[in-house]
């Protein structure tokens, strides 16, 4: 469990440090609000004991702060400046507890131990839960929604459409409702219908007769009732030929199938659950989808998430794909860098977890040593570079032997920085130049020059 103690008095800080760690805390601190709020962006805590005074601000905003990111973490504000109404105010908020200084020892441990049985309790009630959705990581608001949706619609024979950019986890979804359904001890049974050209995909759903056409020696069962009794994922359903969708809304109406080259129809039960990263919407009005079709599969729709939506789970999810790689590849890697995790935590994901897992993967297959770093490899060579300390120095990954053009490659870094400081401020100018140290003026200069347009965005604080 983690704690995070808020206090400009640094005895006090150290007492409250070694209380928490003697309870099994890993303990963070903070000598004023901009601090806490830094970290409070960039970790999950479990319990935070807050000055009231700090000098910058007050406690009570770093209060709502955490309550917003996480109703579940407990606070405690301690105080020297004690009254009635601050109380009233953060119990309200959602403080735990409000504690006056000067505090005895004994009361906070007695705090200290109460708030950590309650945290034990909550989360041997939440693992139980979470046993249901072990390979659908997350705790985000985002991904909480998806998993009450697949609670409450699991125990019903309804079909279910799983819209999401790819590498979003589409499949687990899907994966997920079958193993909680009257269905789990029967087949999963999927196709990807992008896979296979129409024909191909049309004998592969509904089987054939021997001499159904060359090449069918032998009698084939479909993949329809290969899922008899289970379930049916049909993944990326939208780019199923417009010719075969007739067929399937068939079968879907009739719960009958007709093998190719058979003049007996076979009864089938199964769940249909199909995904896709598409507009169907979209593609009903082009032509390219049946409307019929689609109120048919979608009968319930779950919208995945993409990992720009989820970022506070992306910690979650590097410690779960770690533990499956480090088996994969029987490495004994113990942490990741703290300059790794904060690359991940800003990377722009368009491939969401499917691309986190793939830089992952590199890393462990390339570290040596019991922490993973970012690896030194990209495609993109001498202009791409990651600076691990921006203090210090920075590495170039690669360093081809011909030598280099200096002023270029400094051109160039310099643009994608500026490129960079620009998304991560949306646009806003003036927060951007103080991301790189330079005033307004120098960073307009060095923008116009680059890009050669004159707005971005805003150029005041947004």
């Keep these: 469990m983690r704690a995070l103690v808020v206090d400009d008095e640094v005895n006090i800080q150290e007492i409250l440090s070694i209380l928490l760690e003697d309870f099994g805390f890993q303990v963070d601190r903070a000598s004023n609000l901009k601090e806490a709020q830094k970290l409070v962006e960039k970790n999950y805590y479990d319990l935070a004991l807050i000055d009231l005074r700090l000098p910058d601000g007050s406690g009570i905003d770093l209060l709502r702060k955490l309550k917003d990111k996480n109703p579940k973490t407990e606070v405690v504000i301690i105080t020297a400046f004690a009254s009635s109404e601050t109380a009233v105010e953060a119990i309200k908020l959602g403080a735990y507890d409000y504690l006056p200084k000067p505090f005895e020892l004994n ?36 991904i909480q929604m ?37 269905r789990a001890s029967k087949p999963f049974v999927a196709i990807n219908c992008a896979s296979l050209p129409a024909e191909l995909l049309e004998s592969e759903l509904f089987g054939y007769k021997k001499g159904a056409f060359t090449g069918a020696t032998t009698d084939k069962k479909g993949l329809i009732e290969e899922a008899n009794g289970g379930t049916l994922f049909l993944d990326e359903i939208g780019e199923m030929p417009i010719s075969l969708q007739a067929k399937l809304l068939r079968f879907i109406e009739t719960k009958k199938i007709r093998p190719l080259g058979s003049l007996k129809e076979i009864d089938v039960d199964v769940r249909i659950i ?14 390219n989808f049946r409307e019929d079709l689609y109120y ?167």
Excluded: C, W
């Design 146 to 182: 998806v998993k009450e949706t697949i609670e409450k619609i699991a125990p019903y024979d309804i079909n279910v459409l799983i819209i999401g950019e790819s590498g979003t986890g589409k499949t687990i979804v899907a994966k997920t409702i079958h193993r909680l359904s009257h």
């Design 296 to 462: 048919r599969l979608s009968t319930i729709t779950i919208r995945m998430p993409s990992l720009k939506e989820r970022r506070e789970d992306i910690p979650l999810l590097v410690e779960g794909i770690l533990k499956d790689l480090k088996e994969k590849y029987n490495k004994d890697i113990q942490s990741i860098s703290p300059q790794f995790l904060d690359y991940l935590m800003h990377h722009d994901f368009k491939g969401n977890i499917r691309e986190l897992k793939n830089i992952l993967e590199k890393a462990v297959i390339l570290s040596e040593g019991k922490e993973i770093s970012l690896p030194r490899l990209d495609a993109k060579g001498i202009n791409s570079v990651y600076i691990d300390d921006p203090e210090e120095d920075f590495t170039i990954r690669t360093f081809p032997e011909g030598g280099v053009d200096l002023k270029k490659v400094v051109s160039n870094f310099e643009k994608v920085l500026i490129e960079k400081a620009v998304q991560l401020t949306e646009g806003n100018k003036t927060r951007a130049a103080q991301m790189l140290g330079l005033t307004f003026r120098e960073f307009r200069y060095r923008y116009d020059k680059y890009f050669n347009k004159n707005e971005i965005g805003t150029d005041g604080e947004q």
């Design 107 to 142: 009361e906070l441990r007695l705090l200290i131990r109460n708030v950590k049985n309650k945290l034990e309790l909550e989360k041997k009630l939440a693992e139980n839960k979470d046993e249901k959705f072990q390979d659908l990581i997350g705790k985000s608001p985002a």
């Design 274 to 287: 199909s995904a896709t990263n598409r507009d169907l919407e979209e593609e009903i009005k082009k032509g």
